[in-house]
């Protein structure tokens, strides 16, 4: 399993507060440092899968000490490597009740965070990417050339925004949400205006077979968002390739959007409502995908009170979720039917 380095940093006088802390904690390799300016610092090496675990213990006990700072950092190797026990159960209280059926180890929720975040930020490289993908996208799509569509999939930077956008309704973290959402917003606007600049350069036929695929949703499609979405999520939290597993939620959510715009800037307007409304289904079912993953992996703040507002921002997003979702089938189902 993967290491990782927390290290600790304290004014000397709290040293032996967190020696005692550590005491507690059975077979955990750590160790004290020296440190210029009189402060106290203590390295802890553990699992990955037990970082969070020692994390929340030093956050508990000094997160208003002044001088306090708990770094964490990813371990190539180590030897020998260290045996670290499994976490004693948490008591069952009214405040700490958590739903968690873990699918393997999984980072803690800070370093999650924090690779999360700069995925949602709205910068010049996502747009940059997301421009050429969605160039690449639309050349694939006007020749019918399934090569050239998954070359675009590989560079749309589309799971970042989408997996932030999950972690922050599970944490109720409504900053990193209007970030995600406004990356994802933007993200949109973006695909939709160039593709559909290029449905006027382009000799687009509503009838070519790969956007013909995109006009018409059916259960398969809404089965690839949901695989994806859960994809992308554990790609963030066990460490699998982002980069791999971004092409599935790309394959999601890029083509659709693309032939919405060459559509409408060819004037098949009835063709691009159908490839939006496909697009549309597909980003909530990513969302519902990935917000499911991070309650089933045991996603939560750390303080108590945080919890039962995340819970009800979970839950209320999930209904909101499936209720959108349950509309846009039937308006599939109206459609073809």
């Given at each position: 399993?993967?290491?990782?380095l ?5 004014p000397?006088g709290?040293?032996t ?11 955990l390799?750590?160790w ?23 994390m ?31 976490p ?12 968690n ?13 924090a690779?999360?975040a ?10 940059a ?8 996208a ?9 090569a050239?569509?998954i ?11 989408n ?8 944490l ?11 990356t ?8 939709i ?15 070519t ?13 809404i ?11 554990l790609a ?16 999601a ?5 693309t032939?919405?715009g ?5 004037g098949?307007?009835p063709?691009?409502?159908?490839a939006?409304v496909?697009f549309?289904?597909?980003?909530i079912?990513?969302n519902i ?13 750390r303080?108590?009170?945080?919890s039962?507002r995340a ?11 499936v ?15």
């Amino acid at each position: 399993m993967p290491e990782r380095l927390i290290t600790i940093v304290l004014p000397q006088g709290q040293g032996t507060e967190a020696l005692a802390l550590m005491e507690k904690q059975e077979q955990l390799t750590y160790w004290q440092e020296e440190s210029a300016g009189g402060q106290f610092v203590l390295s802890v090496l553990t699992d990955m899968d037990q970082s969070e675990r020692i994390m929340d213990i030093f956050q508990r006990s000094f997160s208003l000490t002044k001088g306090f700072r708990l770094i964490l950092l990813p371990v190539e190797a180590s030897l020998p490597r260290a045996e670290v026990p499994k976490p004693p159960p948490e008591p069952e209280s009214a405040n700490k009740k958590r739903f968690n059926l873990r699918i393997g180890a999984r980072i803690s929720r800070e370093e999650l965070h924090a690779d999360l975040a700069d995925s949602a930020q709205l910068s010049g490289l996502f747009a940059a990417m997301l421009i050429l993908a969605t160039i690449v996208a639309a050349i694939g799509l006007a020749r019918s050339n399934v090569a050239v569509i998954i070359g675009a999939m590989v560079i749309a930077p589309l799971l970042g925004p989408n997996v932030a956008l999950a972690l922050a309704t599970c944490l109720a973290d409504w900053k990193l949400g209007r970030d995600a959402l406004k990356t994802l917003l933007a993200g949109m606007v973006i695909a939709i205006v160039l593709s559909i600049s290029m449905g006027w350069m382009l000799d687009v036929d509503a009838r070519t077979p790969e956007i013909a695929n995109r006009t018409q949703a059916g259960l398969s499609d809404i089965i690839l968002a949901l695989a994806s979405g859960c994809a992308g999520v554990l790609a963030f939290t066990t460490g699998a390739s982002v980069v791999v597993i971004g092409v599935m939620v790309a394959v999601a959510l890029l083509p659709p959007l693309t032939a919405c715009g060459l559509l409408l800037g060819a004037g098949f307007y009835p063709e691009a409502m159908a490839a939006f409304v496909l697009f549309g289904t597909n980003v909530i079912c990513v969302n519902i995908a990935g917000l499911a993953t991070f309650l089933i992996q045991g996603i939560s703040p750390r303080m108590w009170w945080k919890s039962d507002r995340a819970k009800k921002a979970s839950l209320n997003a999930l209904i909101i979720w499936v209720t959108i979702l349950m509309l846009l089938i039937g308006v599939i189902i109206f459609w073809q039917y």
